[in-house]
């Protein structure tokens, strides 16, 4: 078939709107009519030419929901009219990591997914002209068509607006999953968000969800605050307005330190200065931000000897077939927000406004409706 895709032809340039080429699916994969997606930090990073595992062309967008329209042979639990949200973290049930509840991160198409391919090896995707066109973190979002492996569908409610619960296919689950899965924060605990954009404010209603007595927000842009603030941070902090040292004046603001920090910047200095807010003894600090490529952190080991403990998440440690559909009935039943955090809506053709909208910190969240 034919569908309309957004391609990112070349690292650093503004993605082409074009019609594309999509073969159907085939042995255990899925095609999918995506209604909406929303634009992450993520996408842009690949955009940009940074991700060293970047190529090109391709079709990136990671954070979608749709309809099933045809299922290949041996699928057995999607058909026809199901919806769904691409998972870029999928979950197949029987690999060692699937097997292993100390892990959400599913190895069974990890080595093709990387390269762009679907498990057998080739793209659905190509120009009309026949170029291959690559896949993005298996899911492929910017285009209104897209084919997916069944093990990276996650089925959700029927009567759930696409163009909310697209959000809950990355920064909704991976800002509330950090919180509940990976750092299985207590009622009454005192917590720091470095980053308040998409992904820190999940964090933020996350911890809000798990009865945090204190949310500190910290960010370089005090107009971040605003939103912040409805969803459940105490105090604010901005790093560029702190006389001295920010790690004591964190500190200090938490009492000795928080119990929880979680890093949604990518920035690594940032990571140590959230790694060394946390309190002495027992503080976790969560890694969610993606640095640049060669980036690297560091601290003093005696940070960590006097019981700082460093950890990383993706995808919020969520098992998205099995939690998903879960956080899409939170969103459902009032339990979390996620409308007010959908900044702007567009249709596809504009969809590298979206992305200046990013750069300029305009948008928390932009989505495309198809
Ligand atoms: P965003 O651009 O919406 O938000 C980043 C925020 O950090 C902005 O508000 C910015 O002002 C603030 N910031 C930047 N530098 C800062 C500094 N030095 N001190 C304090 N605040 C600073 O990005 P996002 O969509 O929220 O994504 C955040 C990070 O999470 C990115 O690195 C993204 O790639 C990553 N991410 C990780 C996962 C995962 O599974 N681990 C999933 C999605 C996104
Ligand atoms: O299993 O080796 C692996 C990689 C899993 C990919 C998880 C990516 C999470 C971080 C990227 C941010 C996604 C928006
Ligand atoms: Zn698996």
Redo the contacts with the bound molecule.
């Keep these: 078939m034919r569908t309309r895709a957004a391609v990112a032809v070349e690292a650093g340039k503004p993605m082409e709107i074009m019609e594309v080429n999509l073969e159907g699916p085939k042995a255990g994969e899925v095609l999918v009519e995506i209604k909406a997606t929303g634009l ?3 996408d842009d ?1 690949t955009l940009s030419g940074a991700d060293p595992e970047g190529a090109f062309p391709a079709i990136l967008g990671h954070e979608g929901a749709g309809v099933v329209l045809e299922v290949g042979p041996g699928v057995t639990s999607l058909e026809p009219g199901d919806h769904v949200i691409p998972l870029y973290t999928p979950e197949c049930r029987q690999c060692e990591y699937c097997l292993n509840p100390k892990t959400n991160l599913c190895q069974s198409i990890r080595e093709t997914q990387g390269k762009g391919v679907m498990p057998d090896g080739t793209s659905r995707f190509s120009m009309l002209d026949g170029t291959p066109i690559l896949h993005y973190m298996g899911c492929s979002t910017f285009s209104n068509h897209t084919v997916l492996p069944e093990i990276a569908l996650a089925k959700i409610r029927k009567d759930a607006p696409f163009d909310k619960v697209c959000y809950i296919g ?2 909704v689950t ?1 800002g509330i999953g950090a919180v509940i899965n990976t750092a299985k924060a207590e009622i009454g605990s005192r917590a720091i968000v ?7 404010l999940n964090v933020i209603q996350g911890l809000r969800l798990a009865g945090a007595d204190q949310i500190v927000g ?4 005090d107009d ?1 605050a605003v939103m912040a603030k409805k969803f459940g941070m105490t105090d604010f902090v901005n ?1 560029s307005k702190v006389k001295g040292d920010l790690v004591g004046h964190l500190v200090e603001l938490t009492g000795g330190g928080a119990d929880y920090t979680f890093d ?4 690594v ?2 990571m140590r200065t959230a790694l060394e807010a946390a309190h002495k003894g027992w503080g976790e600090s969560i890694v ?3 640095a640049p490529a060669g980036a690297e952190i560091s601290t003093r080991p005696f940070q960590l000897v006097t019981g700082r403990v460093w950890k990383g ?4 440690g969520a098992r998205g077939r099995t939690d998903v559909p879960k956080i899409v009935d939170w969103y459902m039943d009032g339990k979390i927000e996620i409308d007010p955090m959908i900044t702007h809506t567009m249709p596809l053709d504009d969809i590298n406004k979206g992305f200046e909208l ?1 750069h300029s ?1 305009e948008s ?1 969240r932009s989505v495309v409706i198809y």
Excluded: S
């Excluded at 949604?264 to 920035?267: C, L, S």
């Design positions: 992450c930090h993520t990073f990355c920064g991976t470095f980053g308040l954009g998409g992904i820190g910290v960010d370089l842009n971040k790093p949604a910047t990518g920035n200095q940032v969610i931000g993606v998440t993706a995808f919020g990013m910190g928390i």
